[in-house]
């Protein structure tokens, strides 16, 4: 009945709640976490601009609006992602498969792989760094004397 139309995770009403609620709460999400107002001082008081817009309301009223451009599209995407398991289980691939590779997996992989390359990075600029330190000069410059 209705209970069992609700609870059946490959089923069409599961899954546009589930969407649904995803593309709520990530607006929520950024509602709580970015704030237009904040940024526009941050840019201002560290001498930055948007080109063509005013600082101070007018940046604020403009971040404001293009957050909420961008929110929608990303929000669906993130609700395709979600319920993508489902879509290829009814393609006939295998549950397990679709779940392993599933939308939540994926998210998580490919965030650790991109948390793991900027720490690779960070460390091969250190290196760079300390390399330059220990010399006492500028690679790749001849010392050149004045005199």
Same mark, same amino acid.
Not at 103 to 127: C, F, K, N, P, Y
Not at 129 to 135: C, E, H, N, P, Q
């Given at each position: 009945?209705?209970?069992?139309?609700?609870?059946?995770?490959?089923?069409?009403?599961?899954?546009?709640?589930?969407?649904?609620?995803?593309?709520?709460?990530?607006?929520?999400?950024?509602?709580?976490?970015?704030?237009?107002?904040?940024?526009?001082?941050?840019?201002?008081?560290?001498?930055?601009?948007?080109?063509?817009?005013?600082?101070?309301? $007018?940046?604020?009223?403009?971040i404001?609006?293009?957050?909420? $451009?961008?929110?929608?599209p990303? #929000?669906?995407?993130?609700?395709?992602?979600?319920?993508?398991?489902?879509?290829?289980?009814?393609?006939?691939?295998?549950?397990?498969?679709?779940?392993?590779?599933?939308?939540? #997996?994926?998210l998580?992989?490919?965030?650790?792989?991109?948390?793991?390359?900027?720490?690779?990075?960070?460390?091969?600029?250190? $290196?760079?760094?300390?390399?330059l330190?220990?010399?006492? $000069?500028?690679?790749?410059?001849? #010392?050149? #004397?004045?005199?």
């Amino acid at each position: 009945g209705f209970a069992a139309a609700f609870t059946n995770i490959q089923g069409f009403w599961y899954n546009f709640v589930f969407a649904l609620l995803i593309i709520v709460f990530t607006y929520f999400y950024t509602a709580i976490t970015i704030n237009p107002n904040q940024m526009a001082e941050d840019m201002k008081k560290n001498n930055g601009f948007i080109p063509g817009v005013k600082p101070g309301k $007018r940046t604020a009223d403009f971040i404001d609006q293009i957050m909420s $451009r961008i929110t929608l599209p990303g #929000s669906m995407f993130l609700a395709f992602v979600a319920i993508m398991p489902a879509i290829v289980g009814h393609i006939g691939v295998s549950s397990q498969f679709a779940q392993f590779y599933g939308g939540t #997996s994926l998210l998580i992989l490919v965030g650790v792989v991109l948390d793991t390359l900027q720490q690779i990075e960070s460390h091969l600029l250190m $290196r760079h760094y300390d390399g330059l330190t220990k010399s006492g $000069r500028i690679k790749g410059r001849s #010392s050149i #004397s004045m005199g």
